[in-house]
C-alpha cells in the first residue's frame, strides 16, 4: 500500500522544534478573549503536536512548554501582552530559547507553525521580540469538488490529482483521516477556511445543504481541530429544487423564510460553519436575473440568512455573457464583470463578500489585474486566485505560480503612490483560491505543484512576502536537509516558470489559445468562433483585441488613472500586455525593440530551451529526493517538453501562415 507523501510536513520539518523546545503560552483558556468555537479541539491539536514530538507539555521547566495563564498573567513572564488579533502571536526568541504567546489556541497553533517552519533559523541569531499577524481573517480554499463523478467534469472540476478527498462512491467518505491531514497542512501554512464543493452546485451536490448536513459536519469536525471552517457552494435555485417552492426571487418572503431556515439548521449543526459561496447567472448557473432582481438583491438575501449566525457569503463577480456572438464586436467580456457590479458598490450588506477574479477573463497565464478591485471602495472585495492550474498546465506542466500572484497583489490600481492589491482586498474581504488538491498520493499531481498551495497560504497570511523566499521555504520543509545543489536545482526549475510557461504559450497578453472544454494544449483558433467572448482577432495583418476607448470596446475606461491612460496609449502599454489592449500589426514594434511577429517567434522558441533546460535541471539533481518523487516529476517534465514543442510549433506555423513574414533567425517553422 502506498503511503500518502507528507508534503511540507515530513517528520524531519519538525526536528529543530523537537530538539530545541519552544515555550507555548496562552491565556487561561476558561476564559480565553476571543474565544470561539474549536478553541478546545485546537488546544488538543497542540497537545498532540507536541506529545507527537517526544515532548511534553507541563507548568514549566519542559523544552516544551504549553502554559495557560489567567488573561491577567498572559503579561508575565515576557513584559508585554499577547498581541489583540484573535490569530495573531507573538515570537520572541531570547538567548536562543523560543516564546510564542497569543490569545487564543487558534493564534498559538500558527505560532507553533511559524517556529516550525522557521526551523534552527527560528532559535539562531540575536534576540528578538515581534508580533506577527495575517493581513487579512479571510484566507479561504475553494474546492470544486463533486460529489458524484461529472459525465464531462469528472469528481474535480479542473482537478488534476485524482478524484476528491472529501467524496466517494456518491457520499462523504467514510474515513476522513486524510481531510485530516489536509487541514494540518493548511493549518501549518495558516489557511483558515475551506469551501468544501464545486461552485457549479449541482442536484446531489445542492443537498449537502439540506439532506446531507450530518455528513458536512463530519468533514467540520475533521478540520476544526485545526482552526479551519467548512464553507458550501450553494444554488441560488436551492429553495426550487430543494425547496419544492414555486420561486427562487429574492424579494419573495418564502424565499426568504426557507434560506433563514436553511441557514439556522446548518449553524444548529455546525455552530463555527463559515458560510456560503454563490456561483449566481454566471455560465448557466441560476440567479436573480431571473427575477429582474440585480446581485445586490440576491446576495443580501442570502446575508439576511447568515447575519444572525456570524456567517459570510462570498459571491462571485464572475458573470459575463456566455452566449454571445462572435460577430459582435460591440460585447467584451472583460468588461462584463466590472458593467455588472461596479455599479453595485454600496449597496451589499457586510457580511457579503465580493469575489473577483484576478483579471478580467479567467485565470489566464497573463491578463491585467481586474479593474473591478480598484471599483468598489465601499464593498468587501475579495480576491480569487486559481492555485488549480487550469490554464497553467494542469500540473502536467511545472508553474509555480507565486510570482504571479505576487504582482497582483503588489499592483497599485492608483499608481505608485496608490494602495495595492493586498491593501484593497486588506482584512475586509481577503483571499480565495481554488485547491489545487486530489486524492492523489502527492497530492497535486505534480509533486512540485505542492509549492503553489504552499505558497498560496503564505501570500494570503503575509501578501509582502517575496515568492521565490517563500519557495525556500518549501524547499527547506518538503526536502529536510537539501543539499545546495538541490535547492539551487529547484530555484533553477522552478523560479522563472510561470514566465517559461507564458513563453511558449500565450505572447503578449494573448489569452485563451487553448483546446476547448479541457483547456489543456494549444488551439489557436479554439475559442475564436464560439460564444464563450475569448478571441484573439488574428487576421493577415495583425493581432489583438482593441479595447481602447478611443477606437475600441472603451475597457480601458474601467481603470483609473494612471492605468486607464497608460493602458489606452500604445506607446505606454507595457509589452505583456499589448495584445489584451490593442490589434496591432505583426511589424509593429515593441518596447523591446523586436517586432510582434518576431517576438512571437522568439519566445516559442525560447520557452522549449528553457524547458529542455528544466528536464536537464531535473536530472541533475533527481538522485538528491526520494525515487517515487524524482519518477513522478521525471514523468511529468517529458510531459511539459512534449507540450511546450507542441505549442511552439503551432504558435509559430499559425502565425507564420496568417503573416508570410519568416522568422529573421531561419530557425524551423513548419509551414
Ligand atoms: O475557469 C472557468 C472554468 C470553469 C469554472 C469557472 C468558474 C467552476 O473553466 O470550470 O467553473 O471558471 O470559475 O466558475
Same mark, same amino acid.
Given at each position: 500500500?502506498?503511503?500518502?507523501?507528507?508534503a511540507?510536513?515530513?517528520?524531519?520539518?519538525f526536528?529543530?522544534?523537537?530538539?530545541?523546545?519552544?515555550?507555548?503560552?496562552?491565556?487561561?483558556?476558561?476564559? +480565553? +478573549?476571543g474565544?470561539?468555537?474549536?478553541?478546545?479541539?485546537?488546544? /488538543?491539536?497542540?497537545?498532540?503536536e507536541?506529545?507527537?514530538?517526544g515532548l511534553h507539555?507541563?507548568? $514549566?521547566?519542559?523544552?516544551?512548554?504549553?502554559?495557560?495563564?489567567?488573561?491577567?498573567?498572559?503579561?508575565?513572564?515576557?513584559?508585554?501582552?499577547?498581541?489583540?488579533?484573535?490569530?495573531?502571536?507573538?515570537?520572541?526568541?531570547? &538567548? !536562543?530559547?523560543?516564546?510564542?504567546?497569543?490569545a487564543?489556541?487558534r /493564534?498559538?497553533?500558527?505560532?507553533?507553525?511559524?517556529?516550525?517552519?522557521?526551523?534552527?533559523?527560528?532559535?539562531?541569531?540575536?534576540?528578538?521580540?515581534?508580533?506577527?499577524?495575517?493581513?487579512?481573517?479571510?484566507?479561504?480554499?475553494?474546492h470544486?469538488?463533486?460529489? =458524484?463523478?461529472?459525465?464531462?467534469?469528472?469528481?474535480?472540476e479542473?482537478?488534476?490529482?485524482? !478524484?476528491?478527498?472529501?467524496?466517494?462512491d456518491g457520499?462523504?467518505?467514510?474515513?476522513? %483521516?486524510?481531510?485530516?491531514?489536509?487541514?494540518?497542512?493548511?493549518?501549518?501554512? !495558516?489557511?483558515?477556511?475551506?469551501?468544501i464543493?464545486?461552485?457549479?452546485?449541482?442536484? &446531489?451536490?445542492?443537498?449537502?445543504?439540506t439532506? =446531507?448536513?450530518?455528513e458536512?459536519a463530519?468533514?467540520?469536525?475533521?478540520?476544526?481541530?485545526?482552526?479551519?471552517?467548512?464553507?458550501?457552494?450553494?444554488?441560488?435555485?436551492?429553495p426550487m429544487?430543494l425547496?419544492?417552492?414555486?420561486?427562487s426571487?429574492p424579494?419573495d418572503?418564502?424565499?426568504r423564510?426557507?434560506?433563514?431556515?436553511?441557514? =439556522?439548521r446548518?449553524?444548529?449543526?455546525?455552530?463555527?460553519?463559515?458560510?456560503?459561496?454563490?456561483?449566481? *447567472?454566471?455560465? !448557466?448557473?441560476?440567479? #436573480?436575473?431571473?427575477?429582474?432582481? *440585480?446581485?445586490?438583491?440576491?446576495a443580501?438575501?442570502?446575508?439576511?440568512a447568515?447575519?444572525?449566525?456570524?456567517?459570510?457569503v462570498?459571491?462571485? @463577480?464572475?458573470v459575463y455573457?456566455? $452566449?454571445?456572438?462572435?460577430?459582435?464586436?460591440?460585447?467584451?467580456?472583460?468588461?462584463a464583470?466590472?458593467?455588472?457590479?461596479? #455599479?453595485?458598490?454600496?449597496?451589499?450588506?457586510?457580511?457579503?463578500?465580493?469575489?473577483?477574479?484576478?483579471? +478580467?477573463?479567467?485565470?489566464?497565464?497573463?491578463?491585467?489585474?481586474?479593474?473591478v478591485?480598484?471599483?468598489?471602495?465601499? $464593498?468587501?472585495?475579495?480576491?480569487?486566485?486559481?492555485?488549480t492550474?487550469?490554464?497553467?498546465g494542469?500540473q502536467r506542466?511545472?508553474?509555480?505560480?507565486?510570482?504571479a500572484?505576487?504582482?497582483?497583489l503588489?499592483?497599485?490600481?492608483?499608481?505608485?503612490?496608490?494602495?495595492t492589491?493586498?491593501d484593497?482586498?486588506?482584512?475586509?474581504?481577503?483571499?480565495?483560491?481554488?485547491?489545487?488538491?486530489?486524492?492523489?498520493?502527492?497530492?497535486?499531481?505534480?509533486?512540485?505543484?505542492? @509549492?503553489?498551495?504552499?505558497?498560496?497560504?503564505?501570500l494570503?497570511?503575509?501578501?509582502?512576502?517575496?515568492?521565490?523566499?517563500?519557495?525556500?521555504e518549501?524547499? %527547506?520543509?518538503?526536502? #529536510?536537509?537539501?543539499?545546495?545543489?538541490?535547492?539551487?536545482?529547484?530555484?533553477?526549475?522552478? *523560479?522563472?516558470?510561470?514566465?517559461?510557461?507564458?513563453?511558449?504559450?500565450?505572447?503578449?497578453?494573448?489569452?485563451?489559445m487553448?483546446?476547448?472544454g479541457?483547456?489543456?494544449?494549444?488551439?489557436?483558433?479554439g475559442?475564436?468562433?464560439?460564444?464563450?467572448?475569448?478571441?484573439h482577432?488574428?487576421? &493577415?495583418?495583425?493581432?489583438?483585441?482593441?479595447?481602447?476607448?478611443?477606437?475600441?470596446?472603451?475597457?480601458?475606461?474601467?481603470? #483609473?488613472?494612471?492605468?486607464?491612460?497608460?493602458?489606452?496609449?500604445?506607446e505606454?502599454?507595457?509589452?505583456?500586455?499589448?495584445?489584451?489592449?490593442?490589434?496591432?500589426p505583426?511589424t509593429h514594434?515593441?518596447?523591446?525593440?523586436?517586432?510582434?511577429?518576431?517576438?512571437?517567434?522568439?519566445?516559442?522558441?525560447?520557452?522549449v530551451?528553457?524547458?529542455?533546460?528544466m528536464?536537464?535541471?531535473?536530472?541533475?539533481?533527481?538522485?538528491?529526493? +526520494?525515487?517515487?518523487?524524482?519518477?513522478?516529476?521525471?514523468?511529468?517534465?517529458?510531459?511539459?517538453?512534449?507540450?511546450?514543442t507542441?505549442?511552439?510549433?503551432?504558435?509559430?506555423t499559425y502565425?507564420?501562415?496568417?503573416?508570410?513574414?519568416?522568422?529573421?533567425?531561419? &530557425?524551423?517553422?513548419?509551414?
Amino acid at each position: 500500500m502506498t503511503t500518502v507523501h507528507p508534503a511540507w510536513l515530513p517528520d524531519e520539518a519538525f526536528a529543530a522544534v523537537a530538539r530545541r523546545g519552544v515555550g507555548l503560552v496562552l491565556p487561561d483558556t476558561a476564559t +480565553p +478573549p476571543g474565544a470561539g468555537p474549536g478553541d478546545a479541539e485546537v488546544l /488538543a491539536t497542540l497537545r498532540d503536536e507536541v506529545a507527537a514530538l517526544g515532548l511534553h507539555d507541563g507548568p $514549566t521547566g519542559l523544552r516544551l512548554e504549553l502554559v495557560h495563564r489567567e488573561p491577567s498573567e498572559a503579561r508575565d513572564p515576557l513584559g508585554s501582552p499577547a498581541p489583540d488579533s484573535s490569530e495573531g502571536f507573538r515570537f520572541r526568541r531570547e &538567548r !536562543g530559547h523560543v516564546t510564542v504567546t497569543a490569545a487564543s489556541p487558534r /493564534a498559538l497553533l500558527h505560532g507553533y507553525f511559524h517556529v516550525v517552519r522557521l526551523g534552527e533559523a527560528a532559535f539562531a541569531g540575536p534576540d528578538t521580540d515581534g508580533t506577527h499577524a495575517p493581513a487579512s481573517a479571510l484566507r479561504m480554499l475553494d474546492h470544486w469538488d463533486n460529489v =458524484d463523478v461529472h459525465p464531462v467534469m469528472g469528481q474535480v472540476e479542473r482537478g488534476y490529482a485524482g !478524484g476528491s478527498i472529501f467524496y466517494a462512491d456518491g457520499r462523504v467518505r467514510e474515513d476522513l %483521516s486524510r481531510v485530516r491531514e489536509y487541514a494540518r497542512l493548511l493549518a501549518a501554512v !495558516g489557511i483558515d477556511r475551506v469551501a468544501i464543493n464545486n461552485v457549479n452546485v449541482h442536484a &446531489r451536490e445542492a443537498r449537502l445543504l439540506t439532506d =446531507d448536513l450530518g455528513e458536512v459536519a463530519r468533514i467540520a469536525d475533521a478540520f476544526r481541530p485545526y482552526g479551519i471552517r467548512v464553507h458550501l457552494s450553494v444554488s441560488f435555485a436551492a429553495p426550487m429544487t430543494l425547496g419544492g417552492l414555486p420561486t427562487s426571487d429574492p424579494l419573495d418572503e418564502g424565499v426568504r423564510a426557507w434560506w433563514r431556515e436553511a441557514a =439556522d439548521r446548518v449553524w444548529d449543526t455546525i455552530g463555527d460553519f463559515g458560510g456560503f459561496v454563490v456561483k449566481a *447567472d454566471s455560465e !448557466g448557473q441560476p440567479g #436573480p436575473f431571473a427575477y429582474g432582481r *440585480d446581485h445586490a438583491d440576491g446576495a443580501n438575501m442570502l446575508a439576511e440568512a447568515v447575519a444572525p449566525h456570524g456567517g459570510l457569503v462570498h459571491w462571485r @463577480a464572475f458573470v459575463y455573457n456566455h $452566449t454571445q456572438d462572435w460577430r459582435d464586436r460591440s460585447t467584451d467580456r472583460a468588461r462584463a464583470a466590472y458593467d455588472h457590479f461596479a #455599479p453595485l458598490d454600496g449597496r451589499f450588506a457586510d457580511t457579503v463578500i465580493v469575489q473577483v477574479k484576478h483579471g +478580467p477573463l479567467d485565470f489566464q497565464v497573463r491578463e491585467p489585474v481586474s479593474p473591478v478591485l480598484a471599483a468598489m471602495p465601499r $464593498t468587501r472585495l475579495a480576491l480569487e486566485l486559481q492555485v488549480t492550474q487550469e490554464y497553467t498546465g494542469q500540473q502536467r506542466h511545472a508553474v509555480y505560480l507565486g510570482t504571479a500572484w505576487s504582482e497582483v497583489l503588489r499592483w497599485r490600481p492608483w499608481g505608485d503612490e496608490g494602495a495595492t492589491v493586498a491593501d484593497v482586498v486588506g482584512p475586509a474581504g481577503g483571499l480565495a483560491a481554488v485547491s489545487n488538491v486530489g486524492d492523489d498520493r502527492f497530492w497535486t499531481g505534480h509533486p512540485l505543484a505542492q @509549492a503553489n498551495l504552499y505558497a498560496y497560504g503564505r501570500l494570503a497570511w503575509d501578501p509582502t512576502l517575496d515568492p521565490v523566499d517563500v519557495l525556500d521555504e518549501w524547499i %527547506s520543509l518538503t526536502f #529536510p536537509g537539501a543539499p545546495d545543489a538541490l535547492r539551487a536545482g529547484l530555484h533553477l526549475l522552478l *523560479d522563472d516558470s510561470w514566465r517559461t510557461y507564458e513563453l511558449y504559450t500565450a505572447p503578449l497578453g494573448v489569452g485563451f489559445m487553448v483546446r476547448p472544454g479541457h483547456h489543456y494544449g494549444p488551439d489557436v483558433d479554439g475559442y475564436e468562433y464560439t460564444p464563450w467572448g475569448t478571441y484573439h482577432f488574428a487576421d &493577415r495583418d495583425g493581432i489583438g483585441v482593441d479595447r481602447t476607448r478611443a477606437t475600441g470596446t472603451g475597457y480601458t475606461g474601467q481603470y #483609473p488613472p494612471p492605468w486607464r491612460d497608460v493602458y489606452e496609449s500604445l506607446e505606454t502599454c507595457p509589452d505583456e500586455l499589448l495584445l489584451f489592449f490593442h490589434h496591432v500589426p505583426y511589424t509593429h514594434v515593441l518596447h523591446s525593440g523586436s517586432t510582434v511577429i518576431q517576438h512571437v517567434y522568439d519566445t516559442h522558441f525560447e520557452g522549449v530551451e528553457r524547458v529542455e533546460r528544466m528536464v536537464r535541471t531535473w536530472e541533475s539533481v533527481a538522485d538528491l529526493v +526520494p525515487a517515487d518523487v524524482a519518477l513522478r516529476v521525471r514523468e511529468r517534465l517529458a510531459e511539459q517538453l512534449r507540450s511546450a514543442t507542441e505549442w511552439r510549433d503551432q504558435v509559430n506555423t499559425y502565425f507564420f501562415r496568417k503573416s508570410g513574414i519568416p522568422d529573421a533567425r531561419g &530557425r524551423t517553422i513548419f509551414s
